[in-house]
């Protein structure tokens, strides 16, 4: 049996993660909530790590609020940074690979094409900065990591794009949606299904890798495909950034080049909009 941990247990992730447990009898995890196993006490981490004996760590807890974390970023750094530091430095010490989830908002988005594993980082909001923060302690104390940056990420769990629209929905008539920052949607389910392969595959390959669907969308493109599916009564306004205020900068450009997860793990990664149907299957609201 592999022994795995996985933090931010009401995580959209973690949640995606339980749902597929039963598909990897050969993993046994603990999940552990934020009340359970607070990432930002080194004692607490001290505590989980003495108790049992992992093989890995999924890291999914985090701070996600990307906007209120430009008014709170002490708290967005304690966890992002201190906290993946917390975790580092007690799987060195008990031998346990870590597996940390990171984001394209580590990029400032100037670039035209895909971002690979070796562009340089440039985080321009105060998550995004966090999460680059993050990733450095990571490779400060680790050799046996994967850090997993994704983008995007939405499922039938928690706070995401896709329950944002389908309860506004509800709410409003029409909204304006950002038509000028591009990404790829990615369907937390299909992280998942990567994350335990990555286990099961037991695999050595250290590193950073780019994981996300495949293709790519701007909100405006991925808000209009959620109405079509889920056959919503809601106009959509196209606006530009600048029309549509935020505390938090996005990036203009997002999308990662998943070119060398697909070779080393010989995965397929899904058209975007195929895994939003999927959702759209799985959702229990219809
Ligand atoms: N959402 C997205 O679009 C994307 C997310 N990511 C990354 O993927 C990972 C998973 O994201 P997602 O599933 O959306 O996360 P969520 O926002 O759904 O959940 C984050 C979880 O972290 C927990 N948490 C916060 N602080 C702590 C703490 N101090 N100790 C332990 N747990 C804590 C929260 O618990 P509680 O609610 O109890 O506070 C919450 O359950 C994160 O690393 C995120 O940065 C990357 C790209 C895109
Ligand atoms: C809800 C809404 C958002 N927007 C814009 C705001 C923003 O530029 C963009 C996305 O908005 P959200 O705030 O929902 O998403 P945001 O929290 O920015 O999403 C990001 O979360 C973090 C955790 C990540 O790591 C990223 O990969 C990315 O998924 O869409 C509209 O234009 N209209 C709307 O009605």
Known sequence: MISVLVTGKD??????IRDLQENCPEISFDFKNSKELDITSEQSVAKTFKAKTYDYCVNCAAYTAVDK??????????????GVKNLALACKRHNVVLIHISTDFVFDGKKKTPYTEEDQTNPINVY???????????????????????????????NNFVRTILRLSNEKEEIDVVN????CPTYASDLSVFICKIITLNSEHYGIYHFSNEGKATWYGFAKQIIEYWQLNLKLNSVNSNEYITKAKRPGFSVLDTSKAKHTFEIITKEWKSSLYKCFLSYDIQ
């Open 11 to 16: 995580s959209q992730l973690a949640q995606c």
């Open 69 to 82: 974390a430009e008014i709170e970023p002490q708290k967005a750094k304690l966890v992002n940074t201190i």
């Open 128 to 158: 995004g900065k966090t999460k680059r923060d993050g990733e450095i302690e990571i490779q400060k104390t680790l050799k046996r990591y994967f850090i997993i940056r994704t983008s995007w990420l939405y499922s039938n769990h928690s």
């Open 180 to 183: 000028d920052q591009i990404g």
